[in-house]
């Protein structure tokens, strides 16, 4: 106890003693994230100034030997910036300063705590920033460093691992490191994004931008099932179109949706797809004729083409709304993050159909259909006994069915608490071995972020010393057997 | 004294590997062969040759998904072919060198080579979906899956995509393709003013045109833009650009529709046979700068003209001099170098620091035995 008042006393002197938070009611904000079901209280929350401050923070946790955590704004899905009971919750949210923005070199450099719509509108109307999670009104930049974040618009634009050009990190140790993509060495950058704060905090995030496209075309079109529409992605895809976003959301989530909403989307439909199209506004107009038509095709009973700006907003609103309007199915859920090979949607659908009904539950599917990405929500109603541990269970066996469909565990939500449990299912002991190379290179004493992303705690052994040559053997007159 | 190994199987190539470190070889990896010269030479006594050549099948070419699984063996162009015969591509295409079969797949990733299609798609990190690697201890692992977005664990695959094969082997990748543009359109225009190639070059960075690739070239005092469009309006849309090369008054402005042959040369310019190779990275913005200085030192290059990285070759004596003169902050590698020069550079100039620390902490926890290409990375690692 007394060795926490001394680190309290330190980061006071760090930071200012009004922006390090000890008490329970000021700790309350900060025992969880976006996953509300895990809690931890820290022993304190800081919240810095500047990536000096940081820096100065992690030092000093390193010389009290106490693990830490990085926390943003704290919309993680998978309580990756949970806090631990006997460390400190390093808070970046004071970080919002944009540093600069370099359109001449399609790039803007801010800080860890700016929210990821904030940098679209620094560079706007020319450019923007391409990976958008939904929760982008708020969520930090360096939470989806932290995360590798998705969002809508990844089949055509990719992550946020593919516009992270350089970063400034601190490791456990309190030392400073620059990492630029274009710099020769290991790609540490390419390590640490997705890493879920386990290798070191980042401070300061340089990003690629690029320009916001000329043309953008939205449609809705309504199918029979699930399957039928995953059919026309398959045909959509397969004629070479890529899609700047394409949703899919099932009967249940239109239901929930549309009643939130009230955006027109049809109730007697099985599955709605939502497809976008943006760039060159002739490749645009062309290849928009085309999916019209691939959607009628493929057995559309109806397509609804945005025809201004904000008819567009409101089509998304209900994909948007989804999640949030699941409240009117059920008093509770479970969101997985499943992926699967677009290939096998029809088949792993019907799997967790079949499992629902086997457990008795609803499950709703919303999901980004280009790449696979399903977000089953597993309706539950706490109040009835038993049913949250059935719903946990089911949400389980879900994942399983994606991974034996080659799939992975999670593809935008990251592992952290959450499916730490999972990654067994997904990688062997040599594999996880492996992982943790990585990590013991970066934070040998595993204060970053401990007890996340790992399915078991693991220890640091020393590193043995490199092979050397014997004299002997360099002189030709032994060689070892 | 060398050994050759060509093992044909994972379990083969990590018994192989662990032996080998074992016994206190050194282990040379090598799959083509044809960017050997690349980065600092091997310096060991006991030194063994690890061949993925046993190693080439295609393992999976999954059509709807857009992927594919490939052993590190396998020739780029065999690859190139297969996916061709489906309407598809990996969309990496660096110059495959010459020899038997040319550049392999593991080779492209372990050296993080690329080529023209990198200013749309990213480099060979950013399409290596899951990897499988040998350890120097015998361990198989992998990293990353089959499927296009995937979060689980670290990205392994980035860490070991230019890695010049000192972590461990490559055994096989996965990769994310890209439909194969059937109509494909390139709007050339040139100028003997730096300043103004590299204006040119801004605006249609700028632009939102989605090219394909965005090159530009300097030979001879005389610099070029090249882009190219993809796609089912693609000569419109290079039309388009045409036009505004026009009117960013560069000159002999034209339109090409059978292109290959001029990406074809693009490419071939990022290697020599008899010079200097040096690999610059600069803003783009300093895009003139570069120029100013390759022309300055009779050098010709061929680059992505929005990335800022170009491929500058140049007579060996005049590298300092081209060095010197480059925008600071521009960063350099040496690649290819006449075997006469050999040694006499650092193909890296990475300076110590704490970067190069934890590079060097990295390489001690996946090869403890120092036993994968020793010496050859940057700071010798």
Redesign the interface.
Known sequence: MSRDVDLIRRLQGICGKEHVLTHAHALATYRSDGLKHYQQTPVAAVLPDTGEQVQAVVRACYEAGTPWVARGAGTGLSGGALPVADGVLIVLARLRRIVSI?????RVVVEPGVSNLAISRAVAP??FYPPDPSSQIVCSIGGNVA??S?GAH??KY??T??YVTGLEIV?SDG??????R???????L??F???EGTLGVATRITLRVV????TVRTLVAFFEDTGAAGEAV?AI??S?I?PGAVEMMDRLSIKAAEQATGAGYRLDAGAALLVELD??R??CT??FE?LMEICVEAGAADVRVALSASERALLWQTRKAAFAAMGRIAPAYYVQDG?????RLAEVLRQIDRLASEYELQVANVF?AG???LHPLVCYDAAREGEPARAEELAGLIIKACVDA??????????GVD?KAY?PS???E??????H??????DPRGLANPGK?MPTPRLCGE?????R?HPL??A?VA??? | MTVELAPTTFEEAGAALAAA?D??YAVRIRGGGTKLGWGNAVVA??QVQLRTTGLSQILEH?V????AVVEAGASMDRLQRTLAAE?QMLALDPPLGVGIAGATIGGVIAT?DSGPLRHRY?GA??LVLGIT?A?SDG?????G????????????G??F???FGT?GLILSVSVRL??L??VTATALGASSDPEAVSAAA?AL??????LDSLDVSWRGEFGAILARAA???AE??AG?VAEMLRARGLEHVELVQDDQPVWARQRAGQRSSHQAIVKI?A???ELGSVLSAVNRSDGTLVGRA?L??SFVEIDPQAIAELCDALPSGA?T?LLDLPRQYQGWFDP???GEG???E??R??K???D????CNPGV???RI
């Open positions: 370099e359109l001449a070199d399609s020319t450019h995360e590798n998705g990844c089949f990719g992550f691992t593919n490791l030392s400073v490191i620059e990492l630029d274009d710099a020769p060495g290991y790609d540490l390419g390590a994004v997705g890493s320009p916001t496209p000329e398959t895809v397969d070479g890529v760039g060159p002739e490749e062309t290849r085309q992926v699967i090979p677009r290939t980004h790449d696979g990405n080659d799939g992975s565990i999670t593809g935008e939500h990251g592992v499916k990654m997904m990688f062997s040599a594999d996880l071995e492996a992982f190379r990585l990590r013991c290179a970066f992303l590193v043995p010393g490199p092979y040559q053997e360099r030709g060689t070892r057997f | 470190s016994e206190g006594d006991h999954n709807g998904d857009l992927t309407g993080a990213g990190r950013d690697v350890l361990t198989i692992a992998r990293a899956g089959k499927v296009i977005k995937n979060v689980a664990g670290y990205d392994l980035k860490l995509t230019g890695s972590l890209h439909p543009p059937t801004q960075a700028g632009a939102p045109l989605e796609g089912a309006e419109r849309r388009r990275a803003r783009p913005h929005a800022g990285i960063i590698v890296w100039s990475v704490p970067a190069l934890l590079m902490r990295v001690g926890r996946f403890p035995a120092g036993a990375f940057v700071g």
